[in-house]
C-alpha cells in the first residue's frame, strides 16, 4: 500500500499520532464502545475474531459440509441481499472464469456461483434463464430470516423445484445460512433443507464475508475458504494492537479515509483491476453503510473510470487496487490506470495504491477494510455498525404493497410533473418549484435538475430494472453525459440492491445529492403479474414499491430527485429519457 497524500500529508500524521497517544486501536480490539458514537458498537465487533475462529463456526457444520461435497449440483446460487450477497458475488464474479485447476481444493468439484438479488421480474428471469434449476444448489441467505427479496425468491425457486422433483427431494436442492433462532432456521427445518448453517450475532451483515455467510459458497463452489481465512488471519495480526499506526494497514487506510473525509474529501473514488471489479461494490455497501448517516460518511464511487484532473472537484480520494503482475489474472491496462492515477497525484489529489498478490489475497483485502471502516466511524465520531435510515424505505415499500393489496396501486401516488411518451417524471419535493415552471416539458424539468449540480455534488441513477447489457449500457450513457459536463461524482445502482447498500447514505448521509430514480409502472408493464407463489402479491407490485417508497423518502429527506415510472419497454423508453436529457445539457 502506497499514499500520495499531498496538503493533506500532515494532518494524517497528527491524526496518527493522536490515535496513538489515545491507545486507541487496543481499546478498539478490546471492543470500546467510546473510542464510537458509545452506544451498542461493544455488541458487533465479533468480526474481529472470524479469521481465527473454528471451521465449524467459520465455514459451516462438519456434517453440512461434506453434504454439499456429495451434492450432486453443478452450480450455486445464493439468494440474498445486500452483505448476505455481496461477497459471494465477488467470489463467483473473480473465480467463475478461472479454470477448476485455479479454484478447485479437491474438496468439492468446481462449480459457477450465480447470485439472485433482485425483485424486477425481468432481471430474474434473466438470472434463470438457461439454468436447469434441478441441477442447482441454493443458499438461502439472510441473518434476520425474514429478508422479504431472498424469501420470496425462495418461494419462487421452491414451488418450480417441487414441480419438477417432487416436495421432499426439491427441499435437498437448499441451504440456510442465518442467524440463530430466525424464522429461516425454523422454515430449513420445517421445509426438508439440505441443511443450516448460523451466523454469530455480533457480526452485522456488511462484517460477514469471512463467516458462513461468504465461507460456505465458497466451499460449495470449490474454493478453499481456508485458504481466503489464512490470508485473513494475516492481516488481522498486522492490523493487530501492536502495531503503530502508520504500520498497521487497517487503521492507517482508516485515518487516512477518515481525516480526508473531515477535510471534505468525502467522495472514495475506486479503480480495481478487471480481474478484482466487483470487489469494489463490497467495498461500497461497507463504506457507504457503515459511515453514511448524521449528515455525514463517504460515498464510494466504482466503476466510474479514471480522468483528466481537471474533471474533478476537490472532493475526491482515489483508492487503486491492483493484481501484482506476477498474478496470470493481472490486467492489460495497469499502464494507462498508472499513467491517470500519476497524473492525478500530480495535480495534488490524494492517491491511495494497494497491489495484491493474488486473488486469495481478497480474504486479507476484506478484513483491511473491515478495519479501515471501524475507524473511519471512529474518526467521524459515528456508529459504524448501525443503519437507522434502512427501515425507513422498507416500511414505504410495506405500505406501498398494501395499498397494492387495496386495488389502489403500489406505484408514486402524487401527480407526475411530465407524462410523455408512456413515461411519467415525478419531482421530489426539493424540485417542486422547478417542476411546476417546467410546463410539462421533460427537457426543461431535466434541465432545472442538472442546474442544481454543483462541485462536491453527488448525482445517482437508482434503478430498479433488469441489470442487463442493453439497460447498463443505456444508464452508464446518461451517467456518463453528466458527469462529462457537470464537475460531481456519478454512481449507478440497480434496486432493490442499493437499498441494503448505498441506501442508507443517500437518505442517512450528506444533503448534497440529487438524480433520477428509474422503476418500471407495474400496471403499465403489459405483462401478466410475477406471482410470488405462496406469499402474495407479485414480484412486478413489489419492485414497484419499493422503487416509488424510497423515492417518497428521499423526498422527504430533501434530495433533488426525479423519480421515472417507464411502461411497458423499459429499453425505448430509455432512449428517449437519453435524447432528453441530453438536450437539458446541450
Known sequence: ??????????????????????????????????????????????????????????????????????????????????????????????????????RANGATPARPLHVVDTTVPAGIEALLAGLELEAGLYFVSSKSGSTIEPNALYA??????????????????????????????????????????????????????????????????????????????????????????????????????????????DKLSLSLSPALASFGAWIEQLIAESTGKAGRGLLPIPDEGLFEPGRYADDRIFVDIALAPTDAHADADAAERTRRLDALARAGHPVIRVELADALELGAAVFQWEMATAVIGSVLGLNPFDQPDVEAAKQAARERMASAARGAGAGNDARAAVARDDIEIFAARALAAEAGAAGGDPIRLLRSLVATLRG????????????????????????????????????????????????????????????????????RSGVSPFVIPGLGGSFDGLAEAQAAGDFRILSERG????????????????????????????
Not at 28 to 46: C, Q
Not at 70 to 98: E, I, K, Y
Not at 509 to 522: E, H, K, N, P, V
Request: glycine share 12%; hydrophobic share 45%; charged share 25%.
Open 1 to 102: 500500500m502506497r499514499f500520495e497524500l499531498g496538503e493533506h500529508a500532515g494532518a494524517i500524521g497528527a491524526a496518527q499520532r493522536a490515535w496513538e497517544a489515545a491507545d486507541t486501536t487496543r481499546r478498539l480490539w478490546s471492543r470500546d464502545a467510546s473510542i464510537f458514537s458509545n452506544a451498542d458498537e461493544a455488541d458487533w465487533l465479533g468480526w474481529l475474531t472470524l479469521p481465527d475462529a473454528p471451521l465449524d463456526e467459520a465455514i459451516g457444520p462438519t456434517a453440512l459440509r461434506e453434504a454439499i461435497a456429495r451434492h450432486p449440483a453443478r452450480f450455486v446460487v445464493v439468494l440474498g441481499m445486500g452483505g448476505s450477497s455481496l461477497w459471494p458475488d465477488v467470489l463467483g464474479r473473480t473465480w467463475n472464469a478461472r479454470s477448476g485447476a485455479d
Open 156 to 265: 419462487l425457486i421452491r414451488a418450480r423445484l417441487d414441480e419438477k422433483l417432487g416436495r421432499e427431494a426439491a427441499g435437498r436442492h437448499f441451504v440456510a445460512i442465518t442467524d440463530p433462532g430466525s424464522a429461516l432456521e425454523r422454515v430449513a427445518r420445517a421445509e426438508g433443507f439440505l441443511g443450516a448453517a448460523l451466523g454469530r450475532p455480533d457480526v452485522g451483515g456488511r462484517f460477514s464475508a469471512l463467516s458462513v455467510f461468504g465461507n460456505l459458497p465458497a466451499l460449495a463452489m470449490g474454493l478453499a475458504p481456508e485458504k481466503l481465512l489464512e490470508r485473513a488471519r494475516r492481516m488481522a495480526t498486522a492490523c493487530g494492537p501492536e502495531r503503530s499506526a502508520d504500520e498497521n494497514p487497517g487503521i492507517a487506510l482508516g485515518l487516512a479515509l477518515g481525516t480526508l473525509a473531515r477535510a471534505g474529501r
Open 456 to 523: 462536491g455534488d453527488g448525482f445517482l441513477i437508482n434503478a430498479f430494472l433488469a441489470d442487463t447489457p442493453a439497460i447498463r449500457a443505456r444508464l452508464d450513457r446518461i451517467r456518463r453525459a453528466v458527469g462529462r459536463t457537470k464537475p460531481v461524482a456519478t454512481t449507478l445502482s440497480f434496486g432493490p440492491r442499493y437499498l441494503h447498500s448505498t441506501g442508507q447514505l443517500q437518505k442517512g448521509g450528506s444533503d448534497r445529492l440529487a438524480g433520477l430514480q428509474i422503476w418500471q409502472a407495474a400496471q
Open 559 to 586: 434530495r433533488r430527485m426525479l423519480g421515472i415510472a417507464l411502461g411497458d419497454d423499459p429499453e425505448p423508453a430509455l432512449d428517449r429519457l437519453i435524447r432528453w436529457l441530453e438536450g437539458a445539457l446541450a
